[in-house]
């Protein structure tokens, strides 16, 4: 999977930059209900830092911006998302224990570097540009 693709799964909610359930369940191969199952079996792996349930509110802004699901019966998630942060996506891919875990780990938290040093590069220029102004 491409470094882009992976980056545009990335939102961010409370602040912090997040993976959904669903989109990492895809990378992963899973089923979303079977990522959701290792989690709560493993929950004292997961403080809230790592991962925490949308509240509905969030999830219908989410929704809002995105295209998430299709429209008619049986299209619509039970159950509210998962939100992991990237140390969350890292403890998953230890409890799920699979390759394609392990390898689309790897690719996940190099998107998330690479988002935080764009980010980090593009703040350097922003204080420039205010000390420009003064």
């Avoid at 996940?108 to 590069?121: D, E, K, N, P, T």
């Amino acid at each position: 999977m491409e470094l882009a693709q992976i980056k545009k799964s990335i939102h961010e909610i409370r602040g912090m930059k997040v993976m959904l359930d669903m989109d990492l369940a895809r990378m992963y191969e899973v089923e979303t209900r079977v990522l959701k199952q290792s989690v709560r079996r493993n929950s004292e792996r997961f403080p809230p830092d790592f991962m925490f349930e949308l509240s509905k509110d969030e999830w219908a802004d989410l929704r809002s911006q995105i295209v998430i699901l299709e429209s008619g019966r049986g299209k619509h998630a039970k159950y509210l998302p998962f939100a992991f942060s990237e140390q969350g996506v890292a403890m998953l891919s230890a409890i799920l224990n699979s390759k394609k875990a392990l390898v689309m780990s790897i690719q996940i938290m190099r998107a998330f570097v690479h988002m935080r040093q764009w980010a980090l590069s593009h703040e350097d220029l922003a204080k420039q540009l205010r000390e420009m102004e003064k």
